[in-house]
């Protein structure tokens, strides 16, 4: 058994299913089952890594020095439930079968549960086993009220230990606030968000591209990391940096403490402030911003895209930038400006992508070093 760390622990449950199993066939029943956990499996993404499967739960866990940002780990769980509503939507539209559990595979749904502490970890039957009194308090928590008490029924339950670690306070003014109690743990205080408008927006969102004939640049690389690796490295001022070639950069405007539509990103170059207004914010995929640029006597806006496409050896990162809106005057001094603009853009995103995966492989040193794991 390795000595006790710090860290986070995740159990992504399928709500629903043990009075779906009890109306249904069980070959097909179990089948539907497979899918969904094989896709939450997929869904665990690293720093996470799978401790077990439960029945109709996955349990993954953290370790604190390899974590992503707050922002980033609570997208990854919206970007799973999102993946399973979707998967649910599908085997619900093809469905051609009359038995009961495929008649009832709309009733299902998905619950997480998030908390961090101390825990060790021990291999048993080919598994990571993680023991401790924060493991036994987050299996606890499967038995709630939440569901009773707010009418929620597919949500994700933070304790307060783990929003204070992932420096979310600023999330909860959109969260249900509960309290539950046990006997030998107290009362226990955490946060409730609803999934279900997560999974509404997702679906309600049109897509924002520029289209190819108001290209006036693109670069791309390839980086040696999973998209939402990249994504978490985007959304850091010290790492967005090198991909705009500014000196540093600030974060404004968040929406409920997270970055989202509306919120900027202020860019220093030298004496000049470039504001960077985000119009769309897609986890794991797509970001677009809004640049308003001062020139001598006037300004000029243009929006640059980065997309995030999975690839063979990690994810593509594609940064195009629009052609500028203003004045007759800005618009020639841009394009004039765009000629020798690329070779730079170039060697930026190529900075990025040598930076981040430097980053990436000293955290895999430190989680995987001998230390780590006594």
């Not at 629903?16 to 097909?28: A, C, I, K, R």
Request: hydrophobic share 40%.
């Amino acid at each position: 058994m390795s000595k006790p760390q710090q860290g986070y622990l995740l159990i992504a449950d399928i709500s629903g299913y043990t009075m779906y199993l009890s109306q249904s066939e069980l070959e097909h029943a179990q089948e539907v089952l497979q899918v969904l956990l094989e896709l939450l499996i997929d869904h665990t993404k690293p720093p996470l890594a799978i401790s077990r499967t439960a029945g109709d739960a996955v349990i993954s866990y953290g370790l604190q020095d390899s974590f992503l940002q707050g922002q980033t780990f609570v997208e990854l769980i919206e970007d799973t439930y999102v993946a399973f509503r979707r998967r649910i939507d599908l085997m619900v539209l093809n469905n051609a079968c009359q038995c009961n559990a495929c008649a009832n595979i709309a009733t299902l749904d998905l619950k997480f549960f998030v908390h961090y502490g101390a825990f060790a970890i021990q291999q048993l039957g080919g598994h990571d086993e993680l023991v401790g009194s924060d493991v036994n308090l987050i299996h606890r928590l499967l038995k709630n009220s939440v569901t009773e008490q707010t009418g929620i029924r597919a949500y994700t339950l933070y304790t307060d230990a783990a929003i204070r670690q992932l420096a979310l306070d600023g999330i909860c003014e959109k969260l249900v606030a509960h309290q539950e109690a046990y006997e030998h743990l107290g009362e226990v205080t955490v946060w409730v968000q609803d999934m279900h408008p997560v999974w509404q927006t997702k679906k309600e969102t049109l897509r924002i591209s520029i289209p190819p004939d108001r290209i006036a640049l693109q670069v791309s690389a390839e980086i040696a990391l999973p998209p939402h690796q990249v994504w978490d490295y985007l959304a850091q001022p010290a790492y967005r940096s090198l991909i705009i070639g500014s000196d540093r950069q600030e974060i404004l405007e968040r929406k409920a403490g997270r970055i989202d539509a509306g919120s900027q990103f202020q860019c220093y170059h030298g004496d000049q402030i470039i504001m960077q207004t985000v119009i769309q914010w897609r986890p794991f995929e797509q970001m677009t911003t809004r640049d308003l640029v001062p020139i001598p006597g006037t300004h000029i806006t243009v929006v640059m895209d980065y997309s995030l496409e999975p690839c063979e050896h990690g994810t593509r990162l594609v940064e195009t930038w629009e052609r500028a809106n203003g004045s007759f005057y800005a618009r020639t001094l841009t394009g004039l400006v765009m000629k020798d603009k690329r070779k730079q853009a170039q060697i930026n995103i190529e900075r990025f992508r040598a930076a981040t995966e430097r980053d990436a492989a000293a955290h895999r040193a430190s989680a995987d070093s001998p230390d780590a794991n006594r």
